[in-house]
């Protein structure tokens, strides 16, 4: 069911739609984390110094499930691991409670015809309850009522939205900007100190190696590793089981061997950078390690499964051998060289540029430089060996007539560039563009000013 949601052919009038109803509330938030604590039995947490009870947390997740499935469609199960749907919960009650105090309603009639307007829950571009059920219980998996309730909040949110970007204007000398940017092209002549044409000539002996860790013994010290058991259930009551057990001081190979669950291990790994795959939280790791070695931390629910951690071996950080680092010191020293070596002969380079013709110099190899012109290019496109060409493009757009660049600097080196010309642009495209890419571009503006307003609410919610 949830390919209906792309294979539809009202998909780009569902995605508008939605743009309305549900994506200023969600997709600002995209991927964070959240380090609020629940307890099972009282309260999920607190905003604003009032309790969030577990009931009405769990309406709040539902309902960001379930902007989420509308939001990604089939690609929802490939995407929901990387969601935080817990801190994206957490801040729709944020802004809801704004709302509230805002006193932004929705009526049931706006809420009707909010679904009576969206594409995929029509038949012949008439709203069809039969669909609009199905939908619901096999898409979303949410009852009519809730649904409704989520939409009703949906549309608050939007409200919300609206009033806080309401002021944010732009000028049409930004849209004709931003699409000269993606429609414009320019070439240019160009003077290139790259890196990795003087890195070839710099060969670091072995005296300089050993002199340079020496010195910098500091900067190879491996932070200390960690080795940790767990157990896990995906069951509500041996979850219970396992907590009363940490409660009466068991350690975890005695609640593995009590419960008859196995105990695993993530293997050694390092305490500063845990792998990405060992999703524990911060404050579950701290717990951790602050516990003497086998004594669990509290149970902690990751995604659908609880956890019980504890420490099984600590290895204390050491300074890595010379042995170990020499390739990694070596490909340093290069880096430095090459960059200090391309800086002063660009430097150079723009010294001459002062008494020489811009094409004499270029002209010249001595340098040691990349130089040439360029054939006609968009900021969008890839100046090969330069590197990306937006920093090209905007720098070339700035200059005058015969106007040589200062000297600037991507990954790849420093440059001297100097406007060789620039192709007349379509008027009539922009024309046709103009309309479509000023509402981008204004919907774009008012998103960062709604993450800004989010944010804020987020920190007096603490």
């Known amino acids: 069911m949830l390919k209906f949601l792309r294979n539809k052919k009202t998909a780009k009038k569902v995605w508008i739609g939605l743009a309305i109803i549900i994506i200023p509330a969600f997709t600002l938030w995209g991927f964070g984390s959240s380090s609020r604590s629940r307890e099972e039995n009282t309260s999920a947490g607190k905003i604003f110094g009032k309790s969030v009870s577990n009931t009405e947390f769990r309406k709040s997740l539902d309902a960001t499930r379930t902007a989420a499935i509308m939001q990604f469609g089939d690609n929802f199960p490939k995407v929901e691991k990387y969601l935080n749907l817990d801190a994206q919960a957490w801040e729709r009650l944020i802004l809801l409670h704004e709302a509230r105090k805002r006193k932004l309603n929705v009526s049931d009639q706006e809420v009707i015809g909010a679904i009576q307007k969206t594409p995929y829950f029509q038949r012949n571009s008439v709203f069809d309850n039969k669909t609009y059920v199905e939908i619901l219980r096999y898409v ?6 809730a649904f409704e309730e989520q939409l009703r909040q949906n549309l608050i949110l939007a409200k919300l939205y609206d009033q806080v970007t309401n002021g944010v204007k732009i000028e049409d000398s930004q849209i004709r900007q931003e699409w000269l940017k993606t429609n414009e092209e320019l070439s240019i002549y160009y003077i290139s100190s790259l890196f990795a044409e003087f890195a070839k000539k710099i060969k670091p002996g072995d005296k300089e190696i050993s002199e340079y860790y020496d010195k910098n013994k500091d900067t190879f010290r491996e932070p200390s590793s960690i080795n940790l058991e767990y157990i896990l259930t995906e069951s509500d009551a041996e979850a219970k089981k396992i907590t009363d057990l940490i409660d009466k001081k068991y350690d975890i190979a005695k609640i593995s061997k009590e419960i008859n669950l196995p105990m695993k291990e993530t293997g050694l790994f390092k305490q ?6 060992l999703k524990m939280p911060q404050e579950t790791l701290s717990q951790v390690l602050n516990l003497k070695e086998g004594m669990p931390a509290p149970v902690a629910k990751i995604d659908k499964a609880y956890y019980a951690y504890a420490l099984k071996e600590k290895k204390p950080g050491r300074v890595a051998e010379l042995s170990e ?11 430095e060289e ?4 391309a800086q002063e002969k660009i430097k150079e380079c723009a010294e ?29 496109d890839q100046l090969d060996p ?22 600037f600097s991507n990954a790849n080196g420093y440059h001297i560039i100097k406007l060789k010309a620039a192709k007349p642009v379509d008027e009539d495209k922009f024309t046709k563009d103009k309309k479509e890419l000023g509402d981008n571009i204004l919907n774009r503006e ?3 000013i709604f993450a800004k307003f ?3 609410m987020k920190k007096k919610a603490q």
């Not at 680092?325 to 880096?335: G, P, R, Y």
């Open 272 to 277: 500063s950078t845990p792998p990405p795959a």
């Open 446 to 448: 008012k998103s960062k």
């Open 386 to 407: 330069l590197g990306p060409a937006q920093l090209f493009w905007e720098t070339a757009k700035k200059l005058k007539e015969n106007q040589v660049s200062e000297i």
């Open 338 to 341: 090459s960059r200090k070596m």
């Open 325 to 335: 680092v020499k390739d990694a010191i070596k490909e340093m020293l290069i880096s």
């Open 454 to 456: 989010a944010e804020e």
């Open 352 to 380: 001459k540029l002062k008494n020489r013709p811009f094409n004499k110099v270029a002209s010249a190899s001595a340098y040691g430089f990349k130089t040439g012109q360029t054939k006609f290019f968009k900021s969008t």
């Open 140 to 145: 979303f998996r949410v009852q009519p009522r």
